[in-house]
């Protein structure tokens, strides 16, 4: 579900969008209506311009960072859950620092994908539940903590992420 999450397409608006948001950084580099834009963004987040185009400059960032990183799976499972973690962490921050300059079709794309994670939770109920904790107890002994609870946890990162994202807009 997370290895693929942009064509390459995505990647190469995502690397133009990172290419205008470091142009941004320079005095009088904005047009008037980019730096309305900026201001009104700012203002809702309660921050300075500067440090609205950090922010979604660190949030351009953690996405391309994830996006790079490949997860591998055995048995429906992530082979290192802290890679997989660390890759779920980087999206959401990417997806929430960044929302404002999300064009409508991304921004549903990530209500999609929020979606989708939540309906593939179902996988921690019942029989499948009790599977995935049974292949992660050696693992979860080997490193000494609990993989199934992070990994259980961490299925909700993107869509609380989303969520947050949406909310502050309203």
Same mark, same amino acid.
């Given at each position: 579900m997370i290895n693929g999450l942009l064509s390459e397409q995505g990647k190469d608006n995502i690397e133009k969008l990172k290419s205008f948001l470091e142009n941004c950084l320079y005095p009088n580099s904005l047009t008037d209506e980019?730096?309305?834009f900026f201001r009104e963004v700012a203002a809702l987040k309660g921050q300075s311009v500067e440090e609205t185009l950090q922010e979604i400059m660190?949030?351009?960032r953690k996405y391309l960072e994830a996006i790079n990183t490949e997860i591998k799976f055995k048995n429906d499972l992530p082979t290192d859950i802290n890679k997989y973690v660390d890759k779920i962490e980087k999206l959401a921050g990417g997806i929430e620092s960044c929302w404002d300059i999300f064009s409508v079709e991304t921004r549903q794309y990530f209500v999609n994908i929020a979606y989708? $994670?939540?309906k593939a939770s179902y996988k921690f109920k019942g029989w499948q539940g009790?599977?995935?904790r049974f292949r992660l107890i050696f693992p979860s002994l080997q490193q000494k903590e609990d993989l199934f609870g992070k990994?259980?946890?961490y $299925?909700?990162?993107i869509p609380k992420a989303v969520d947050r994202a949406i909310e502050l807009r309203k």
């Open positions: 980019a730096q309305e660190a949030g351009t989708g $994670f939540t009790l599977l995935i990994y259980q946890k $299925f909700w990162v």
